[in-house]
């Protein structure tokens, strides 16, 4: 050894593995609040799920916890975060019932035309005519309603109707219709929480009675929507408005079951990718602006100076697109982005969702249970999740030079579709029941256009609107919303490019969206628990046995499930979108008519009655119909009409059912008919081994406020005794 060597270097400590492995846990512990809003979001869903309507004293409950939670956290952190999450349970479980109780309640709408008057406050496009949304309407004089109406306008009506106008029209107008089925979309409790108290159509043209100044955002849509349509006939100017505005109602149906069937109906829906574009577009010209003039460039800071433009103007554009619910995601975001950017701070992070998630969440609780707020963030989550991911390999492949920035753009445009598609497929699959196979091909072509062409056309044109100039602008927009519409016709007309498949069902959608958030939230090797979890919540749907038969709220269809198909008995006026709706839940694409005689696979008919047996094993149940009516004679009084008796299924089969009222008593067989739906709404019946079991709406959804109450029959007016006579 040599003299002149030093001593040698003393090694550093060895740190015990378990010394590190709990480093590691603390570290990754410090993101436990990011499963705030998913607990918040868990409370709303406690919520929904009750039968009966909660007290007012759930409300005081978050309080306590939060504050219990806040003082322990120095001493006792588990004891701490287990109180926040369940303060952050019962804060959305509060924020949903004081929504339900602030909303005012249903109007009794009469069930014949009559003369609604009231201030237009929206003006909707439809591919036949026009509908307008009224503000404090009243109905036959009476005193104004606390909810709008929505009333479609004739086809042919002239009445130039525009926001702010008072209008009068005669019309027919319903309340929200119930759910086509136990468990389907709940049509009224979304009505209950957003302001609406019924819709329906006019019978004559409507009569302008004062002209007012129209409500700013309101007025400004139903312009901007007439000058597109006007320069973009046809579909390509319903997209462009749809783009533009937010209204999807004028879009016609060819076109828009191409779009959906390729996978691109999220581009029509204004959402988080809309606002993104506009905030970039804004941000990149306010950089440019401000850097090609010296004396500002020198003296704010462009970054911040550009995030500040660009988040106004996705401000605007948010208030003008009507403020949906992945539009004020994707804007809480942008508004987190820009503070971060103005702080030195990373601008898109797992924290900035989650302070999003729980604003919206207590805005608008309802907008929970919907497959908008649902698909948005599922799909934020897995971007932010697969960006965090990439970034080594995609920094790395940047510094190759111009070929590696051009490989990076392609790979992210990919990279971005295959991951949001893979995300919100679950909870397509679980709300709508359909697969779009070709999505990714889809988007590769439609995004770049409606990002790079589209939308800054879009955004140029109304730019120059107010100068009468937007017309090139206008064609450059059209341009490309033809070729977004061109691409989804062709991939829409591809083989299998859009399956019908039975839904998953709410609980295995809930293990797909827990397995989820565990995968990307942790940062751990735990994390890759959530993977068999997301798993098992995508396998859900054989582990559901689907009713085998449906009865519609109204009375005017049932349908028969078996293994060679469905198949139907409609009445008149059978509602189109409530066999559509079956059909969805059960993942069939198509149905056949029930023979008047004769036999089917599981059914025997004749003319007035059906043996319903879907499966060997299994109960039946007795379709009675019924008998024709007597020929109408030339003198005296019409016959009464044919009645269907008990007498003709009792003992026949585990239960009766009917679209008409079933007379007579039937003790050991339960009936489900015309009077049932009427009180119970919807009927679903599993025809078991050991017979029978019978779920009505009313039984499924509980005593909610939004769940109409009890029918009772109205009153028949009586007879005057005749006067007497001395």
């Given at each position: 050894m040599s003299a002149h060597a030093g001593p040698a270097p003393i090694a550093a400590p060895a740190i015990p593995l378990a010394e590190r492995a709990w480093g590691w846990v603390a570290a990754e512990w410090g993101r436990w609040p990011l499963w705030l809003p998913i607990a918040m979001g868990a409370g709303v869903f406690a919520y929904f799920g009750l039968l009966s309507e909660p007290g007012l004293a759930w409300l005081a409950l978050p309080l306590p916890l939060l504050a219990a939670s806040l003082l322990l956290r120095g001493g006792r952190p588990l004891l701490a975060a287990a109180l926040a999450l369940l303060g952050a349970a019962t804060l959305g479980f509060a924020a949903a019932l004081l929504h339900a109780r602030l909303a005012p309640p249903m109007p009794d709408l009469p069930r014949t035309?009559?003369?609604?008057?009231?201030?237009?406050?929206?003006?909707?496009?439809?591919?036949?005519?026009?509908?307008?949304?009224?503000?404090?309407?009243?109905?036959?004089?009476?005193?104004?309603?606390?909810?709008?109406?929505?009333?479609?306008?004739?086809?042919?009506?002239?009445?130039?109707?525009?926001?702010?106008?008072?209008?009068?029209?005669?019309?027919?107008?319903r309340p929200p219709a119930p759910p086509a089925y136990p468990g389907a979309f709940d049509l009224q409790r979304n009505a209950w929480f957003s302001g609406l108290g019924g819709s329906g159509f006019a019978l004559n043209v409507a009569d302008i009675l004062q002209r007012q100044d129209p409500p700013l955002f309101a007025g400004l849509r139903a312009a901007i929507e007439a000058r597109i349509t006007a320069a973009l006939p046809g579909a390509t100017g319903t997209v462009a408005a749809a783009l533009l505005t937010g209204s999807q109602s004028g879009i016609p149906a060819p076109t828009l079951a191409a779009l959906r069937d390729s996978g691109l109906a999220h581009l029509l829906s204004v959402s988080g990718l809309h606002v993104a574009i506009v905030i970039g577009i804004g941000f990149a010209v306010s950089r440019l602006a401000i850097a090609a003039i010296p004396w500002l460039a020198l003296r704010i800071d462009s970054k911040g100076g550009a995030a500040l433009a660009g988040l106004a103007l996705g401000a605007a554009y948010t208030l003008l697109t009507g403020s949906g619910v992945p539009m004020l995601r994707a804007f809480a975001m942008a508004a987190l982005a820009t503070l971060a950017i103005l702080t030195g701070r990373r601008a898109l992070s797992l924290r900035a969702l989650a302070l999003a998630a729980g604003a919206v969440i207590l805005l608008n609780p309802a907008a929970v249970t919907g497959p908008s707020f649902q698909m948005s963030f599922a799909a934020v989550l897995a971007l932010i999740g697969a960006a965090v991911a990439m970034r080594g390999p995609m920094q790395a492949l940047k510094g190759r030079g111009w070929h590696g920035k051009l490989a990076v753009a392609v790979l992210g445009l990919v990279a971005t579709s295959i991951v949001a598609g893979a995300a919100t497929t679950p909870f397509g699959l679980h709300h709508f029941g359909r697969l779009q196979l070709y999505g990714v091909a889809a988007n590769a072509v439609a995004v770049p256009l409606t990002s790079f062409l589209v939308m800054p056309a879009g955004l140029l044109a109304l730019l120059l609107m107010p100068f009468g100039l937007e017309g090139p602008a206008l064609a450059a927009m059209g341009w490309g919303v033809e070729g977004t519409i061109l691409t989804g016709q062709v991939v829409s007309s591809w083989p299998g490019a859009a399956l019908t498949a039975p839904p998953i069902p709410a609980w295995g959608l809930g293990l797909f969206t827990l397995g989820l958030c565990w995968l990307l939230l942790w940062r751990l090797p735990w994390r890759w628990a959530g993977v068999p979890v997301m798993v098992a919540g995508l396998l859900s749907g054989p582990a559901v046995t689907p009713p085998d038969l449906l009865v519609a709220a109204d009375g005017r269809m049932l349908a028969l499930t078996t293994p060679a198909g469905v198949a139907v008995e409609r009445g008149s006026g059978a509602n189109r979108l409530t066999r559509e709706s079956w059909l969805r839940s059960w993942g069939e694409d198509d149905a056949a008519p029930l023979p008047r005689e004769g036999?089917?696979?599981?059914?025997?008919?004749?003319?007035?009655?059906?043996?319903?047996?879907?499966?060997?094993?299994?109960?039946?149940?007795?379709?009675?119909?019924?008998?024709?009516?007597?020929?109408?004679?030339?003198?005296?009084?019409?016959?009464p009409p044919p009645v269907v008796h008990a007498d003709a299924g009792c003992g026949r089969a585990a239960v009766i059912v009917s679209l008409e009222p079933i007379r007579g008593?039937?003790?050991?067989?339960?009936?489900?008919?015309?009077?049932?739906?009427?009180?119970?709404?919807?009927?679903?019946?599993?025809?078991?081994?050991?017979?029978?079991?019978?779920?009505?709406?009313?039984?499924h959804r509980g005593d909610r406020p939004w769940v109409p109450p009890v029918p009772t029959p109205r009153a028949q007016p009586q007879e005057e005794p005749p006067a007497e006579t001395e």
């Open positions: 035309a009559a003369i609604v008057t009231g201030r237009v406050i929206a003006l909707d496009l439809l591919p036949e005519g026009r509908r307008v949304t009224l503000d404090a309407p009243r109905v036959n004089d009476g005193p104004a309603l606390d909810r709008h109406l929505r009333i479609r306008l004739r086809a042919n009506d002239p009445t130039p109707v525009q926001p702010g106008d008072t209008v009068s029209l005669r019309a027919l107008v036999e089917a696979p599981g059914i025997t008919c004749t003319a007035l009655s059906c043996l319903l047996r879907p499966r060997a094993d299994g109960t039946a149940a007795i379709l009675l119909r019924q008998p024709p009516r007597e020929p109408r004679p030339r003198r005296g009084p019409a016959p008593r039937c003790r050991d067989t339960p009936k489900v008919d015309r009077f049932s739906v009427w009180r119970d709404g919807a009927h679903a019946i599993w025809l078991g081994r050991e017979g029978a079991t019978i779920l009505s709406d009313r039984a």
